[in-house]
């Protein structure tokens, strides 16, 4: 009975439940090494898109797209060309109203003011300071000068509302001035003490009130300005994309996985005067896999509308990750097979080494999938003969089928095997080939384990993903709020009664880096401070990101691992290594060499024994 429960104490249940070895990827992803990769990895894809946004915006006609221009192709089911030619032909007409609109604006302005010195010292002051402005100019003018140059016109109105804004602070901030003289001075009213000083409090209130609706007003007149300017293709692809990724990962929190599945192929009807977030979201209960379906198509939309851009980011984006994202790979197949850990030049030098097998992999089977394509057209192309181009394409129709099916192949060997692709390179230290044989081989000949394992990585990724959420809201929610209880000026503009909330607003789990509020800041210091503000939060909310990626490269890993050792019976931590080049950390050379040990005392050898003479051997048959 002993021997039998020491035998039960020495179970490798890792071995017996080979999906626990997925439960090591939270820890992979923590390295240090591998989080600084993948920070740089998303700074530099950043950097790089945000430079094509920009080259866009100045030498493309439609590199400006509609705010809510990707959520209309997801969930519109016909007529998005026209939906989108209706926003860019009544772009001219809505640029020349907010110019309009920047002509009128002190007109505009909504005043909460209702104190009596207070609203007669601005009645004054408007009548004064605006006396001799500009004549506003024709309708028809404006319409005509922006259907030549849009964003020209829209530049000025923003130029001509900024400086009315000014102008309009100035009115206010001399309004109160002679609000004060004439309580000072009594004016016909009540002119005890108390009386002033309550009709001093009532003016220094609706002034306050008054420059926060000021700065509503700023605010209100920039978002219409991005409406109709619209935004860069990266920034509307890189926030519609982020979207689908934290609902998606939301919706597996909730254990949802599969509601909301476009099980018929049809689309939700929506009109794009909707509402955006409305639109993103589509029915009610989405789960994770229909807000993948969501994120895929809108890669569809880059490649429909954008094709040149989308290839362009395509080849940027590989590029940086084939070479980061070898690297952390690389560490990963270490740490994970072996437990050791080579440094982050090692690992570069690595992904180096091998940076075009980890470029080509996941682009050799699409340009396989678009080869047989070709021919499938070539196939459509002959059907367009009269008469005996009908028959061809009859007859042709089962090689149009076939190559199909190599395509289907080909598709759902990619799309469920890519995440093996760059751990195969990084643990066998091969090349591309390899990398599409091996992916492909372990999904076809294991594809329900294959399917579990990454059910549980997602799940583990989920609950990991929340925690590393959770501890840097934490940590950004504690310094806010600390610092509000420091800092209690100068937070007027924006109803709020400290400086901090002005310059970085409150964070909140789903939005850790909320966006600067530019019509709020009103001096220079205020914005230097708001812009160093979110570069500071910036980086924590990158390197939380930087997380997930070093979690799914971990996991990715380690799932390869298990189904290389299940369907090529090969040791969980059989790894390629390059030596001498790959040391472990641990492993660091003597500096000096270590002295010489004293020779021990010799002692008379002992005397060799007489040999021993060998008999003959017998004759055999053979001999």
């Not at 089962?398 to 469920?416: K, Y």
């Not at 380690?558 to 290389?564: A, D």
């Amino acid at each position: 009975m002993a021997d039998d429960r020491s035998e039960i104490r020495h179970i490798n249940w890792n071995e017996v439940f080979s999906f626990t070895h997925i439960f090591k990827s939270f820890r992979l992803a923590i390295h240090p090494s591998k989080l600084l990769l993948a920070f740089l990895a998303i700074a530099l894809t950043w950097l790089l898109a945000s430079g094509m946004n920009m080259l866009w915006k100045v030498s493309v006609t439609d590199g400006y797209v509609a705010p809510s221009e990707i959520p209309v192709y997801v969930r519109l089911d016909k007529g998005f060309d026209a939906e989108r030619q209706k926003w860019l032909d009544q772009r001219p007409e809505k640029a020349a109203g907010l110019f309009h609109d920047a002509q009128n604006y002190i007109g505009n302005f909504n005043s909460p003011i209702t104190e009596t010195h207070f609203k007669d010292a601005y009645g004054k002051q408007v009548d004064k300071q605006t006396a001799d402005l500009e004549k506003p100019k024709d309708t028809d003018e404006l319409v005509k000068q922006a259907k030549s140059d849009l964003h020209g016109t829209l530049n000025d109105a923003q130029a001509k509302a900024k400086s009315r804004a000014e102008m309009l602070d100035k009115i206010l901030a001399d309004a109160r001035a002679d609000a004060e003289k004439a309580i000072a001075s009594g004016d016909g009213q009540d002119t005890s003490d108390k009386a002033k000083a309550d009709a001093r409090k009532q003016v220094n209130e609706e002034y306050d009130a008054a420059v926060q609706a000021a700065a509503d007003q700023r605010d209100a007149f920039a978002k219409k300005v991005q409406e109709v300017s619209g935004q860069g293709i990266f920034d509307a692809f890189a926030d519609y994309e982020w979207a689908c990724v934290y609902n998606g990962i939301v919706a597996v929190a909730d254990g949802n996985i599969f509601k909301g599945l476009p099980l018929n192929g049809a689309k939700v009807a929506v009109k794009p005067g909707d509402d955006a977030a409305a639109m993103l979201a589509g029915p009610a209960d989405k789960g994770f896999l229909a807000w993948v379906i969501d994120a895929l198509r809108g890669v569809a939309w880059l490649l429909d509308q954008h094709i040149l851009f989308a290839l362009v980011l395509l080849v940027v984006t590989l590029a940086i990750w084939a070479l980061l994202g070898g690297a952390i790979h690389r560490i990963a197949a270490l740490h994970a097979a072996r437990d050791e850990k080579i440094s982050m030049m090692q690992a570069l030098r690595f992904s180096l080494s091998k940076w075009p097998s980890f470029f080509t992999a996941p682009l050799i089977p699409l340009a396989v999938v678009f080869f047989f394509g070709a021919f499938i057209i070539l196939g459509g192309l002959v059907g367009n003969l009269w008469g005996f181009g009908s028959v061809m394409l009859g007859v042709m129709l089962l090689l149009a089928i076939v190559m199909g099916l190599i395509i289907a192949f080909i598709v759902v060997g990619l799309v469920s095997g890519f995440a093996l692709m760059y751990p195969t390179i990084a643990v066998e230290g091969s090349d591309s080939f390899d990398a599409i044989s091996r992916s492909f081989a372990y999904i076809y000949a294991r594809p329900w384990r294959a399917a579990g394992y990454s059910l549980v990585g997602l799940v583990y990724g989920v609950i990991c993903y929340m925690f590393v959420r959770l501890f840097g809201f934490i940590a950004l929610a504690s310094t806010h709020e600390f610092l509000r209880w420091g800092c209690w000026q100068g937070g007027e503009t924006m109803g709020a009664s400290d400086k901090i909330a002005v310059i970085w607003q409150a964070p909140t789990f789903s939005q850790l880096l909320p966006t600067i509020q530019w019509a709020y800041l009103d001096g220079w210091g205020l914005r230097i401070g708001a812009v160093f503000a979110w570069i500071w939060v910036a980086f924590i909310v990158c390197m939380i990101n930087a997380f997930l990626l070093t979690f799914c490269s971990s996991c990715s890993t380690v799932i390869y691992l298990l189904l290389r050792r299940k369907v090529d019976a090969t040791d969980f931590d059989d790894v390629f290594v390059l030596e001498p080049q790959e040391k472990p950390l641990a492993e660091q050379p003597a500096t000096t060499p270590a002295p010489a040990a004293a020779p021990a005392p010799s002692e008379p050898a002992a005397p060799t024994p007489p040999a021993v003479p060998t008999p003959p051997t017998p004759p055999t048959d053979a001999q």
